[in-house]
């Protein structure tokens, strides 16, 4: 603390415990800023609060979604492994239809897993508990995987993919959770909101300090005066509204919050009925660390 | 070679009765001769009395122990140490995790993002080669 302040920057933590009158500890917030005179600091200023409430509902809201995800995914994990026992022949022989109609039942299953687990990434995420553990990692491999994904929907659409990725690119420390979220809500999106025989192009390479990761679609696009709401949770664009396809509106608020806290940049262009592509770039050294208690869950359901 | 002797026995400890009945059906299904317990003790006990050569294992159980105080004891145990085990669980929070992997579990799932089947692969895997 004195350090900071000696360099004339403030200094805030919420990890103080201090006592009351009464002998009672309680949790404190404390911020220290330095008012400066030019560049001579003429005094502090100095903000406590008491913030155990605080951290006490903090800490109901992380148990709550703990058990919430144990409570949710128990029975839905019964639904989805039942209707495989059945797909599976286990039971015996099921006529097409019996089979269409458990498939259906399957894929709401693994769709309500995919909201849970986007749910609670959400929380989480809310919470800052979301730890980023970075390791070097080959980025087209990881792009080229998530890519599998999603081969039944791109031969389903006739989609041609391009891959644009820079050769003998050195290795990325990103946190491999969290990177392969990020590529598999761009392809997803890429994938489901681009019309028959589109194409995707996946683009990786350097710029400068930064490495750029692009996915660039010649679908629906986004209508001009909707721009600005992409990344609002829950938010789903009135053009796609209209469509029958799948969604959350969850993805791109999950997206850009990763980046935000692994101090990236997100961004995109998009023209409706012509095209988007959406940009990620990180500094050459990555994801910036940071230390959580909960771990991500793969969304690679939702669709 | 006698194919009962060969016969490999699967501890199932799960507290949810709806996946027990569903786990050890399609393990025997598979082959394997399956034991099931709901709870730490219990599962501790029938490995005392049953040779186990792998172990399926939830986190949460019935009781106050958990999947980590089973972990705990059978890795201490000479005998039992080296007895693949697969946690299959719906917690997936990282302290638990990391618990487990530092404990020196074989492998991690997360119930619902995985098909049985799947599991079941990779259970034939290390047991059948
Ligand atoms: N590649 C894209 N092309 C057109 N619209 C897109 C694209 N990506 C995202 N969008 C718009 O942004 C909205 C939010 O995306 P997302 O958060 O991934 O949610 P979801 O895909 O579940 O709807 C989408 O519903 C869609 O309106
Ligand atoms: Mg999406």
């Known amino acids: ?303 | 070679m006698n194919e009962k002797e060969n016969k490999k026995t699967i501890l199932v400890l799960e507290d949810e009765s709806s996946l027990v009945d569903m786990i050890s059906s399609k393990l025997k299904l598979e082959g394997f001769d399956v034991v099931v317990s709901a709870t730490v003790d219990g599962g501790l006990k029938d490995m005392e009395e049953k040779k186990i050569d792998f172990i399926w294992l939830d986190h949460y159980l019935i009781g106050s122990k958990d999947g980590v105080e089973f972990t705990t004891v059978v890795k201490k145990n000479d005998k039992w140490k080296n007895i693949p085990i697969f946690v299959v669980s719906n917690t997936a929070s990282m302290d638990k995790i990391k618990a487990y992997k530092e404990l020196g579990v074989t492998r991690y799932y997360v119930k619902s993002d995985h098909r049985i089947d799947d599991i079941i692969g990779d259970i034939k895997n290390i047991l059948l080669k």
């Open chain 1, 1 to 303: 603390m004195r350090k900071t302040l000696a360099e004339g920057k403030s200094f805030s933590t919420d990890e103080l415990m201090n006592k009351r009158k009464n002998g009672s500890e309680y949790q404190e917030y404390t911020a220290i800023s330095p008012v400066k005179d030019n560049e001579n600091v003429i005094f502090y200023i100095g903000i406590s609060q008491d913030i155990t409430r605080h951290k006490e509902i903090d800490k109901a809201k992380t148990e709550f979604v703990s058990l919430a995800s144990h409570q949710l995914r128990t029975p839905l994990a019964i639904i989805k492994w039942y209707s495989e026992l059945l797909l599976s022949g286990d039971a015996g022989k099921m006529t097409v239809k019996q089979k269409d109609y458990i498939n259906e039942m399957h894929r709401g299953g693994v769709r309500m897993i995919g909201l849970v687990n986007a749910l609670l990434n959400v929380s989480r995420i809310e919470l800052g508990k979301l730890g980023i553990t970075p390791e070097p990692a080959n980025l087209s491999a990881m792009a080229n995987s998530a890519l599998l994904d999603f081969v039944p929907q791109i031969k389903d659409k006739k989609l041609k993919i391009k891959k644009l990725f820079e050769k003998g690119l050195s290795k990325v420390p990103v946190d491999l959770k969290l990177m392969r979220a990020i590529f598999q809500n761009l392809i997803s999106n890429a994938v489901k909101y681009t019309p028959e025989k589109g194409e995707i192009k996946i683009g990786i390479k350097k710029e400068n300090s930064e490495i750029v990761i692009s996915v660039a679609d010649t679908g629906y696009g986004i209508p001009k005066n909707q721009k600005d709401k992409i990344f609002s949770k829950l938010f789903r664009a009135d053009n796609i509204m209209k469509k029958d396809v799948d969604g959350t509106g969850l993805g791109l608020y999950l997206v850009k919050a990763i980046v935000d806290e692994a101090r990236g940049r997100i961004w995109f262009e998009s023209e409706e009925n012509k095209g988007t592509t959406f940009y990620i770039s990180f500094p050459l050294s990555g994801m910036h660390a940071v230390s959580g208690s909960k771990d991500f869950s793969e969304e690679k359901n939702v669709v």
